[in-house]
């Protein structure tokens, strides 16, 4: 099955500085990354995804880097801010066809904290 | 609220007690999933739906656990004779199946089960 790793496991920077959280995947089969971000006992939002046809995507501050050869994803924050402090989980996904049910593999999280 | 919903938010049980969760996913989702989410870790995959159909099960998903969508709408996820290894946060997510593959999940704000 699908394998998720994250790294760091904890990340702190000053505000406004830019913020880079890494993923590997194990699955070649896998076409579809989200970025979730999850705030103390709150449910998980997503903030922004690829597709595996496309190697990056940006909205605003945040952006998405895709190398499908090596199997490995990037979230980056520019410009972060006191209230992007969260935990941040990648995951990996087959989109839904055929025998693939679209089940999230997430990586283990990433603890974002922005110091003002 | 039109967002997932799970009843209850928090339950606390004795270990050897039976509990249940309901998730009421996005009106018109079709397709339902759960995860289980312990402290520090990225959620997991646990079980999913396709409107009344269960079509994926993870091998997490002991004998002692079990899951329904009798009408295709709300779900539940029952636990017999829990363990204090139940204990974990349990997330509900659902996403419209369709054209283009729609991928966001959305989820639920998840039921806390500790069990003491």
């Known amino acids: 099955g699908e394998n998720v790793e994250q790294h760091p496991s904890t990340l702190s920077v000053q505000e406004g500085d830019s913020a880079v959280i890494k993923c590997t995947y194990s699955?070649?089969?896998?076409?579809?990354f989200p970025w979730y971000k999850q705030e103390l006992g709150k449910r998980p939002q997503l903030i922004i995804d690829?597709?595996?046809?496309?190697g990056e995507k940006k909205d605003q501050r945040i952006a998405v880097t895709l190398n499908k050869t090596a199997k490995h994803f990037s979230l980056h924050i520019t410009e972060t801010q006191p209230e992007d402090s969260a935990v941040y989980f990648c995951?990996?996904?087959?989109?839904?066809?055929?025998?693939?049910?679209?089940?999230?593999?997430f990586g283990q999280g990433t603890i974002l904290t922005v110091h003002p | 609220d039109t967002g997932v919903s799970q009843d209850p938010r928090h339950k606390i049980t004795k270990r050897g007690q039976n509990v249940t969760f309901r998730c009421d996913p996005i009106?018109?989702?079709?397709?339902l999933y759960w995860y289980r989410q312990t402290l520090g870790q990225g959620p997991e995959f646990l079980t999913y739906?396709?409107?009344?159909?269960?079509?994926?099960k993870s091998r997490l998903l002991s004998d002692r656990f079990s899951a329904e969508r009798p009408k295709g709408s709300f779900s539940t996820l029952e636990i017999q004779r829990t363990e204090q290894g139940d204990s974990a946060m349990y997330l509900c997510?659902?996403?419209?199946?369709?054209?283009?593959?729609?991928?966001?999940?959305?989820f639920g704000p998840g039921t806390r089960l500790t069990v003491l």
């Open positions: 995951a990996a996904s087959r989109i839904p066809g055929g025998t693939s049910y679209g089940k999230l593999t």
């Open positions: 699955d070649s089969a896998s076409n579809y």
């Open positions: 690829i597709r595996s046809n496309v």
């Open positions: 009106s018109e989702h079709n397709r």
């Open positions: 739906f396709q409107n009344e159909a269960q079509l994926e």
């Open positions: 997510a659902s996403n419209p199946s369709g054209l283009a593959a729609y991928n966001e999940q959305f």
